[in-house]
């Protein structure tokens, strides 16, 4: 009987992970096609085809639903910047060059990955007053991972220079320097032609100008 019951509780759960996944798509959709202002909870339901009240058992609010779907890609670039410190660490990265190269390919494939949800990131980041909207749990779970994600990057310039990667500078202003460096860059799209060429070589320019600076 309890091995039935534990069956049925993970199909129950598979079930709402598919159907929390087919919100956040949906909303994705009408939050680009239509704006944030524009966007509204029925708009999404309809769009997921399913009721309002299944979409407000998920997500309590629109600022919430919003906000979620930035959540993969923070993990996404989390992850790699740890499996890049993690080389550093055992010494599989040699130079200066190969270190940003590592950065700043891995930050594009992840843009180009979901491109939508990574300018959440960005946005996040210029309305914080939007995050004040959104419930305490929700709001704590969303700033945990915004903290996570620079912690991880402070840390992998840290090891940087400890493995003499890159010469001695204050950690959190070069953090700071290389992400807004690289979310300005990409904002770019919104009102340059060809942005997307032109995306590519600034982030190349960047990225060499760096390291000429950063070089030992």
Not at 47 to 57: F, L
Not at 101 to 129: C, G, M, V
């Amino acid at each position: 009987m309890n091995r039935y019951k534990s069956i049925s509780a993970a199909r129950m759960e598979r079930e709402k992970g598919y159907r929390r996944d087919s919100i956040l798509e949906a909303a994705k959709k009408i939050f680009f096609k239509e704006g944030y202002a524009k966007a509204t909870m029925d708009s999404i339901a309809k769009c997921a085809e399913i009721t309002k009240p299944t979409v407000y058992q998920y997500f309590k609010s629109k600022d919430e639903l919003f906000f979620s779907l930035m959540l993969p890609i923070l993990d996404a670039v989390t992850k790699r910047l740890n499996e890049i410190k993690a080389e550093v660490d055992l010494q599989k990265v040699s130079s200066t060059e190969e270190l940003f190269n590592k950065i700043y390919h891995h930050l594009y494939a992840i843009y180009l990955t979901d491109p939508d949800s990574f300018e959440i990131i960005i946005i996040f980041q210029q309305q914080l007053r939007l995050v004040k909207a959104l419930s305490e749990e929700r709001r704590l779970v969303i700033i945990s991972k915004v903290k996570l994600f620079y912690t991880e990057f402070r840390e992998l310039i840290k090891i940087s220079i400890e493995k003499q990667l890159i010469k001695q500078v204050n950690v959190y202003q070069l953090t700071d320097l290389l992400w807004i460096n690289f979310s300005g860059i990409i904002q770019m799209k919104a009102y340059k032609p060809n942005a997307d060429k032109h995306i590519k070589e600034m982030l190349k320019f960047s990225k060499q100008a760096i390291i000429h600076y950063l070089k030992i």
